[in-house]
């Protein structure tokens, strides 16, 4: 059971990991990537619908995004979801895909997008520390009813010590990556 949580602990980390990786996805960086849509939504029949649902992104050039509906009569609602998305974004309509040219950065605005980025990152060690404290609490819990020993709760609280470390270091190794890939001219 104990050891089970340690685990558990960890795997609940991950997920606090792979939820960072999925929020810097969204951030925009100097070139075109079809994730910064991902949070777009689009009315399509009369039913807010994610934009990747009913299209496709490809990037043929670095300031170039091309998104291709898979039904044609949802250009317009298309272009203007993403317009309304407020990405910073201009896309043209062509009649067969929309073009997002993606204008780039100035100095400000990727400060800016890097203190998003910091804080973000802060959320998940915050997260990673919460769990941490959760599953010392509950092995500090079972100490105290006799259901494991001292020892063991030392060990149990090391472990779990060396699982948020690791994740930890995990998160700031994500944030420097990301921070390198926005400053990037």
């Given amino acids: 059971m104990t050891t089970h949580s ?14 960072l990786a999925h929020e810097f996805a969204g951030v925009r960086t100097g070139r075109a990537s079809g994730t910064i ?3 777009v939504s689009v009315e399509y029949y009369g039913v807010s619908t994610p934009l990747l649902q009913i299209a496709s992104a490809s990037v043929p050039e670095p300031q170039m995004l091309v998104v291709s509906p898979y039904d044609k009569t949802a250009l317009g609602a298309i272009e203007k979801a993403i317009r309304s998305a407020d990405l910073g974004f201009n ?3 062509d009649g067969t895909v929309i ?3 993606f204008p780039p950065l100035t100095e400000e605005r990727r400060r800016e997008l890097v203190k998003v980025c910091k804080g973000y990152a802060e959320e998940s060690r915050v997260a990673v520390r919460n769990i941490r404290r959760d599953v010392n609490d509950f092995f500090k819990r079972q100490e105290k009813e006799h259901e494991i020993s001292q020892d063991d709760l030392h060990r149990l609280e090391a472990d779990v010590q060396k699982a948020t470390d ?7 190794d994500m944030l420097r990556r990301k921070e390198a890939e926005i400053m990037e001219v």
């Fill in 37 to 39: 849509l991902e949070k």
């Fill in 91 to 93: 896309p043209s309509n």
């Fill in 166 to 172: 690791a994740h930890i270091a995990e998160i700031d």
């Fill in 99 to 101: 073009r997002v040219p």
């Fill in 6 to 19: 340690v685990k558990e602990a960890s795997e609940r980390m991950d997920k606090a990991i792979a939820a």
